[in-house]
Every structure is written in structure tokens, then in C-alpha cells.
């Protein structure tokens, strides 16, 4: 069993800042890729930024110079720090995380998503 267990959504005014916070547990070997997605109503689920297992990161256009993504391997946790925040940044993130559960298999994880409400 693996569970990604997510905090830190909520509600905030234009150009505040969120940290969300996603912490793996279970039958984990080894944590790859680690990811924060996002979702608006009537939209697509997108790739806001992702880090790899050596720290190497990727970010999402619209989010290049505002968000952070980071992760703590002790802790098996990644964290997405979202400053100057829009009201386009409004959606449902998600948590994703590429796991290793034994030695010889693999496979996507996600949490149950955290709502980011951005006030104008």
C-alpha cells in the first residue's frame, strides 16, 4: 500500500503564497519522479512541476519564477511553494509520485488532491 497524504491548500488574495505539502508512505523502496498536477473546472489536469529523484526540476511556463518545487527524501515529502499567486493559479493540485514498491515494480501514485482558491 502507498498513500500520498497532501496539505497546505486553501484560500488566499492575489499575490500571497501557499506551501502545499505531500508526504509518501507505505510500501515504498524507492521514490523516482515526484510531481505536483492541477486541475481547473472545465480544464485539463497540468503539469505544474515535477523533481526528479536527484533534484532536478521542470516547471510549467505559467508557473516559472513563482513556484518552487522541492522534496526531502528522509521524509519522503515533496513541497510546492507557490508565491505571487493569480487567480488563474485557482484549481485542484494534486500530488504524483513515480514509486519503486520492490525491487522489480513500479508505478504511479497519487493524492487525493488539495484546493488552491485564489481571490482577485
Known amino acids: 500500500q502507498v498513500q500520498l497524504v497532501e496539505s497546505g491548500g486553501g484560500l488566499v488574495q492575489a499575490g500571497g503564497s501557499l506551501r502545499l505539502s505531500c508526504a509518501a508512505s507505505?510500501?515504498?523502496?524507492?521514490?523516482?519522479?515526484m510531481a505536483w498536477y492541477r486541475q481547473a473546472p472545465g480544464k485539463q489536469r497540468e503539469l505544474v512541476a515535477s523533481?526528479?529523484?536527484?533534484?532536478?526540476?521542470n516547471y510549467a511556463d505559467s508557473t516559472k519564477g513563482r513556484f518552487t518545487i522541492s522534496r526531502d527524501n528522509a521524509k519522503s515529502t515533496v513541497y510546492l511553494q507557490m508565491n505571487s499567486l493569480k487567480p488563474e493559479d485557482t484549481a485542484v493540485y494534486y500530488c504524483?509520485?513515480?514509486?519503486?514498491?520492490?525491487?522489480?515494480?513500479?508505478?504511479?501514485?497519487w493524492g487525493q488532491g488539495t484546493q488552491v482558491t485564489v481571490s482577485s
Open positions: 504524483n509520485a513515480n514509486i519503486w514498491t520492490t525491487m522489480t515494480m513500479r508505478g504511479d501514485y
Open positions: 523533481i526528479t529523484s536527484g533534484g532536478s526540476t
Open positions: 507505505g510500501n515504498i523502496y524507492i521514490i523516482n519522479a
